[in-house]
């Protein structure tokens, strides 16, 4: 089996280091998601990299994901169920809401460059990234997810908890879990509720 962290935007791979401490596993890959997409930064191309990554692995895959990770790691099960064993989506949308991507754009434009230093990528790049996820819907899609789904949101993360709530209706074999006191980055705030999840996924096996 293979777990596989995969961080939101605004993030590095850094940002699960307290997550794999805790894991009771060491077959753990955290990749950069924007290390490798060249000049031309986009969702799709991100997904590509993924499944050039993971879509021809022998090994169960544990995939948890946070925020565009969560987006990530959902549309990859939708595509390549048969190599997922279980998923984790960490404050996760399954329906992209343009108005709230669009205010976020607007509050980056209105942001110095230097503030994005040490998030992975540049303040256009950010910005490219953010206008290419206006139109994901993977609600069509989301009966093609058959494995054990985890939700999990932090009590204080108001853009997501709707959308925690909603998803675990649509997803009838899902659970959900807020987590007290937690905002957004769950992985930083709460990382050992997640790999507690994580190490109880793997029990089950």
């Avoid at 293979?2 to 894991?23: I, S």
């Avoid at 949308?93 to 540049?122: A, E, H, W």
């Avoid at 910005?127 to 139109?135: D, E, G, P, T, V």
């Avoid at 997810?145 to 985890?150: E, L």
Wanted: proline share 4%.
């Amino acid at each position: 089996m293979k777990t596989v962290l995969l961080h939101g935007l605004g993030q590095t791979a850094q940002d699960w280091k307290e997550v794999v401490r805790q894991l009771s596993t060491s077959s753990v890959e955290c990749p950069e998601l924007f290390s490798s997409t060249g000049n031309e930064i986009s969702y799709s191309r991100i997904l590509v990299e993924l499944e050039q990554q993971y879509s021809n692995t022998t090994e169960p895959l544990y995939i948890c994901g946070l925020s565009l990770g969560a987006l990530l790691a959902l549309d990859f099960t939708i595509r390549h169920g048969d190599k997922v064993a279980s998923l984790v989506l960490v404050g996760a949308q399954y329906k992209v809401p343009t108005l709230l991507i669009d205010f976020q754009n607007l509050l980056f434009r209105c942001m110095p460059g230097k503030s994005f230093d040490g998030m992975g990528l540049s303040k256009s790049d950010t910005i490219k990234l953010s206008h290419s996820m206006r139109s994901l819907d993977f609600t069509p899609q989301l009966n093609r997810v058959t494995c054990p789904v985890t939700i999990v949101c932090g009590e204080k993360d108001s853009a997501n908890l709707k959308a925690s709530k909603k998803l675990k209706e649509l997803l009838p074999q899902a659970t959900l879990q807020i987590v007290h006191g937690a905002g957004h980055e769950i992985n930083k705030d709460a990382p050992e509720v997640i790999a507690a999840i994580l190490n109880n996924n793997f029990l089950r096996e």
